[in-house]
């Protein structure tokens, strides 16, 4: 079965950095686009970011466009996002998430994807 594990998260400083990966196994990864969402407290689940299934074309939500870098290394089935310039709003868990449909650009849409990670926790102080 396909099994995505996120790990990175953490507590950093506003202006801080990360970086978040995403393991998958359970599925031929590099015919699917991947994605990173993330979830505050008592908000709904966000788009953050998504890669397309060859890594050539990349879409960021405008909150994060500038300070996220999302890649991919198909060789490893493993889909990172560099966070940069951390700001407290930025405070959420954050998933990764499989493509329902393989060789797509990415959606930022959670309907459109089929598997999910546990999440990771990321923590942002003022």
């Known amino acids: 079965q396909v099994q995505l594990v996120e790990s990175g998260g953490g507590l950093v400083q506003a202006g801080g950095s990360l970086g978040l990966s995403c393991a998958a196994s359970g599925l031929t990864f590099s015919s699917y686009a991947m994605a990173w969402f993330r979830q505050a407290p008592g908000k709904e689940r966000e788009f953050a970011a998504a890669i397309s299934w060859s890594g050539g074309s990349t879409k960021y939500a405008d909150s994060v466009k500038g300070r996220f870098t999302i890649s991919r290394d198909n060789a490893k089935n493993t889909v990172y996002l560099k966070v940069n310039s951390l700001k407290p709003e930025d405070t959420a868990v954050y998933y990764c998430?499989?493509?329902?449909?393989?060789?797509?650009?990415?959606?930022?849409?959670?309907?459109?994807?089929?598997?999910w990670g546990q999440g990771t926790q990321v923590t942002v102080s003022s």
């Open positions: 998430a499989v493509d329902r449909r393989p060789y797509r650009t990415g959606s930022f849409y959670t309907e459109e994807y089929d598997y």
